[in-house]
């Protein structure tokens, strides 16, 4: 049996949600627009991230959650094996939708909605095909402006978990940025 990986992962929110999620547990969301598909999420290793966006959505009372998270039964696209499977599921998707003439979800720089609903899909796709249930989707997040003319490292590129099974999310607790 393969080890587990375990990471940090900090949410940003604001202190009176950071509260309630600490007392009683993290909430999933299942927007049509996040991007990998339905989850909590998080930034890995990345706390300040996590603050920036805190303060951007929350400028009143920013907070961010640190928590363990362990990676177990995850699509985790820092892994290059996964690329050909997403693309599978992409194309399987694309099938279903012209079989039952239903327009693809439109993709936009702030809503991610294409990629949202083939990471769900692939979530049933992957369980139909192997069995096994999809616990959590990793990926790199290319954020924000290069750092240098001609760069391709961005200011705010960031690794994101979004989390479908929280029973992988270990020891959340606040902390101070």
């Not at 999933?28 to 991230?49: E, H, I, K």
């Not at 499977?85 to 909605?113: D, F, M, W």
């Amino acid at each position: 049996m393969p080890e587990t990986i375990r990471v940090y992962g900090y949410h940003g929110t604001n202190t009176e949600v950071a509260t309630t999620i600490i007392q009683q547990g993290f909430n999933v969301s299942s927007n049509d627009y996040d991007w990998l598909g339905t989850g909590v999420y998080f930034f890995q290793d990345a706390p300040v991230r996590a603050w920036e966006w805190a303060k951007q959505q929350h400028p009143a009372n920013p907070a961010v959650i640190r928590s363990t998270i362990r990676l177990e039964d995850c699509i985790d696209l820092l892994d290059i094996s996964w690329s050909s499977k997403i693309a599978a599921a992409h194309n399987s998707y694309v099938t279903k939708c012209r079989e039952v003439n239903q327009p693809l979800p439109r993709q936009t720089a702030g809503a991610h909605r294409l990629d949202c609903a083939v990471i769900n899909y692939a979530v049933g796709y992957f369980q139909e095909q192997t069995g096994k249930t999809v616990r959590a989707v990793r990926a790199v997040f290319l954020e924000g402006s290069p750092i240098f003319l001609g760069s391709y490292l961005y200011d705010r590129a960031h690794v994101q978990i979004a989390v479908r099974d929280r029973s992988l999310i270990e020891e959340p607790c606040l902390i101070e940025i």
